[in-house]
C-alpha cells in the first residue's frame, strides 16, 4: 500500500467506520471524536488535533460536506470543497478516520460510533457541545480544547479581503 493510498483509506463511510470502531473497542483502544469545517486548515486546526489525539488511542474526525458548510457559514463558503478538506486532515498523522456529514450537527454520527471522548475548540463550552449529553450519559468525557487566538478560517477569508 502507497502512503497515498493509506492516507485516502482513512476517508471512509458509515459502515466502514462503525466496523473499524468496533474493532478499536475490542482491543481496548480508546476512541476519540471530533468534528467541524475545516475549512481552511490552519494552526488552531492542527493543534486541535494533535490534543484530541493524546486522549485516547484513535482519533475519528467528522467534516461537514459542501451543502452543510454553506447553510452553517453560507453562500460564500466552504472555500475548499469536501474531499479537499478530508483529504488534509486525513493526511495528519495522529488521524485515524475521517467521514463526511451532511446534517447541521453530528448528533446521529456520535450516537452511532459511540465514541469515548468528544472534543470541541474553546469557542464551545460543555453544555453547547452538540451530543454532549449522549457522550456523558454513556459514561464518556466530553473535552474542550482552547482555541488558538486569531486562526479562525473565517478570520483568514476576512485578512483576504
Known amino acids: ?57 484513535k482519533l475519528i474526525v467528522a467534516i461537514n460536506t459542501d451543502a452543510s458548510v454553506k447553510k452553517l457559514k453560507g453562500t460564500n463558503r466552504p472555500i475548499n470543497v469536501e474531499t479537499d478538506r478530508a483529504l488534509l486532515v486525513a493526511a495528519q498523522l495522529f488521524v485515524d478516520a475521517v467521514i463526511y456529514f451532511e446534517e447541521e450537527t453530528p448528533l446521529s454520527l456520535i450516537e452511532s460510533i459511540q465514541p469515548d471522548v468528544l472534543v470541541k475548540g474553546g469557542d464551545y463550552t460543555i453544555e453547547t457541545v452538540i451530543g454532549s449529553d449522549f ?22 477569508i476576512e485578512e483576504m479581503k
Open 1 to 57: 500500500m502507497t502512503k497515498e493510498e493509506a492516507v485516502l483509506g482513512k476517508i471512509v463511510g458509515l459502515p466502514e467506520l462503525k466496523a473499524r470502531a468496533e474493532g478499536w473497542r475490542l482491543k481496548g483502544q480508546k476512541i476519540v471524536f471530533t468534528n467541524g469545517c475545516f475549512d481552511i486548515l490552519h494552526k488552531g486546526h492542527i493543534r486541535l488535533i494533535l490534543q484530541a489525539a493524546q486522549l485516547g488511542n
Open 135 to 156: 457522550i456523558q450519559k454513556n459514561g464518556g468525557e466530553v473535552v474542550i480544547i482552547p482555541t488558538v487566538a486569531g486562526y479562525s478560517s473565517t478570520h483568514i
